[in-house]
């Protein structure tokens, strides 16, 4: 059981259940982070007193000191206070619950400083998972997946991890609020239509990439990173239902799922116990309650933004970094009511081109890549 916790981005969905577990179990909060949700970030202090708090602006920083008066809270902002977050010295586990690329460096930081990490900040592995994963083997860090699909095959490896026996990792994805559109239908979408997932409630920017299915685009590459495994080993099976939360296929054509209620208070904690488990306060499942659960293959021909992830994953190098920088990009935009549907998947393609490739990115490459495409987006908008 891990005993001291940053947990960066706690004021979001993640963050919110991961706090949650977290004062169920025997376990201290070191440091908390959140971007500019003052008022709430002020109750999870007054609630779990951490050492340090930290918004992303100085502004925030300031609302949160005189919110604060008279607590003992070091109190900081932006980048370099997450690092500070993500490297304390009692921390041992750090939750990394930002979303977005943001949590690059402060996961890297984290690494290098030897902590388990808690990773539900997919955006990282995304843009930078190769080197993120020669700094765990250097550092001799641990990852444990927060993410249901990865936590669930994390799971179904635990005690065959790295005997080269896995055929391939295959990915549950719910199909989103569109499942069963066509291209026609889908012109017609609004920005409401999309943030109402079917089975899990999320932050904004993840639900949007639900509904594209770029969630499950982002999600292969991050299986690829963790697993080490190419991409024709990751496949993807529509399951509506978000029981069976993935799969595990051995060589020996053995498949091995990990099921329960679509609750994300499993993983995070999961995190922070492995290997052990513990008691948890998730819905049972009823299998006879539940009658059937179906399968079937995604439509990459409505929903593109998948075969256009699978095409950057096997280009590897920067092509991830890139589209993921144009994806954050343009669901941003989507979300100001910017732009349509099917604009966030002509303006991801137009970000993918316009970032110049490298095969074998430093750090620097990867923001520069990143920045790029972000800023062929804003210009293909416009
Ligand atoms: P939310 O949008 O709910 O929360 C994001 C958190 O990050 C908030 O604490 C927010 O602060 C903070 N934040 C936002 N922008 C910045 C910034 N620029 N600098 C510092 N902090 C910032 O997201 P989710 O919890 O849904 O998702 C978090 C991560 O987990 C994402 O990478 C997502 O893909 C992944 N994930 C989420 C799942 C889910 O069920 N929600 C499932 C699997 C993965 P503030 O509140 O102040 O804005
Ligand atoms: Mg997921």
């Known amino acids: 059981m891990m005993q001291c916790v940053s947990v960066l981005g706690s004021t979001g969905s993640i963050g919110r259940q991961s706090l949650d577990i977290i004062s169920r179990l025997p376990v201290r909060v070191a440091a908390l982070t959140a971007g500019s949700n003052v008022e709430h970030m002020a109750r999870q202090c007054e609630k779990f007193h951490p050492t340090l708090a930290v918004m992303a602006s100085q502004a925030a920083a300031e609302r949160l ?88 095959i994390f799971q179904c490896l635990m005690g065959n991890k790295d005997r080269g026996e896995i055929q391939r990792l295959i990915l549950t994805c719910s199909g989103g609020p569109f499942y069963g559109m066509d291209r026609a239908q889908l012109q017609a979408v609004t920005k409401a239509d999309a943030l109402k997932h079917p089975n899990w409630k999320m932050g904004a920017k993840i639900t949007v990439d639900c509904a594209t299915l770029m969630n499950k685009g982002l999600e292969v590459i991050e299986a690829m990173r963790l697993y080490g495994l190419p991409e024709e080993q990751v496949d993807v099976v529509i399951h509506r239902q978000s029981v069976v939360h993935s799969l595990v296929e051995y060589v020996d054509g053995a498949m091995l799922a990990q099921l329960g209620a679509p609750d994300m208070r499993l993983p995070i904690q999961l995190a922070l116990t492995y290997p052990n488990r513990a008691a ?39 092509a991830c970094a890139a589209m993921n920088g144009a994806n954050e990009a343009a669901v941003a935009m989507f979300l100001a009511d910017e732009i349509g549907f099917y604009d966030i998947y002509r303006l991801v393609s137009t970000g993918v081109e316009a970032a110049p490739y490298v095969k074998t990115p430093d750090l620097e490459q990867i923001l520069e890549a990143d920045r790029l495409a972000r800023l062929a987006v804003a210009r293909a908008a416009n």
């Open 280 to 318: 948890c306060p998730v819905e049972r499942l009823d299998l006879t309650a539940l009658g059937s659960l179906t399968f079937s293959k995604p439509d990459l021909e409505a929903f593109p933004c998948l075969a256009l992830a699978r095409a950057c994953a096997k280009a590897g190098g920067t």
């Open 65 to 152: 000191a005189d919110r604060l008066s008279g607590m003992d809270i070091r109190i900081s902002w932006g980048e370099a206070g997450l690092i500070e977050a993500a490297t304390l010295e009692a921390v041992d586990c750090v939750i990394t619950a930002v979303v977005g690329m943001v949590g690059l460096k402060p996961t890297l930081a984290a690494i290098g400083a030897g902590k388990r990490i808690g990773l539900a900040n997919k955006e990282t592995l995304v843009c930078a998972g190769e080197l993120v994963m020669e700094q765990v083997r250097a550092h001799g860090a641990e990852i444990v997946p927060v993410d249901s699909e990865h936590s669930a």
